[in-house]
């Protein structure tokens, strides 16, 4: 059963950097294209960063352009988002996802990590 987790979220004041991970088992991510989604308090989930098989290619929303990076390391089977400058509507849980090749759908999921970022 392929599995993704999230780690490294907490709580960090602004202007504080913390490092997510997205850690895959049971399956190798080296040919996915992986994105690092966020979901706040009544809001609707938000795509923020995405970076292809290869991490030749990336994308960011205009909300983190800038501040985060996203990466990834085949070799471990983990896909990491830096995250510096870090501001109070940054508050979210933090998903990161693996896009079907077919549907081209992002159908699996981890299971999220809360960032808190206090003023």
């Known amino acids: 059963q392929v599995q993704l987790v999230e780690s490294g979220g907490g709580l960090v004041q602004t202007g504080g950097s913390l490092r997510l991970s997205c850690a895959a088992s049971?399956?190798?991510?080296?040919?996915?294209?992986m994105g690092w989604f966020r979901q706040a308090a009544g809001k609707e989930r938000e795509s923020i960063a995405v970076?292809?098989?290869?991490?030749?290619?990336?994308y960011y929303a205009d909300s983190v352009k800038g501040r985060f990076t996203i990466s990834r390391d085949n070799a471990k089977n983990t896909v990491y988002l830096q995250m510096s400058s870090l501001k109070p509507e940054d508050t979210a849980v933090y998903y990161c996802?693996?896009?079907?090749?077919?549907?081209?759908?992002?159908?699996?999921w981890g299971q999220g990590t809360q960032v808190t970022v206090t003023s």
């Open positions: 049971g399956h190798t991510l080296s040919t996915y294209v």
């Open positions: 970076i292809s098989w290869s991490g030749g290619s990336t």
């Open positions: 996802a693996a896009q079907n090749k077919v549907t081209g759908k992002y159908d699996l």
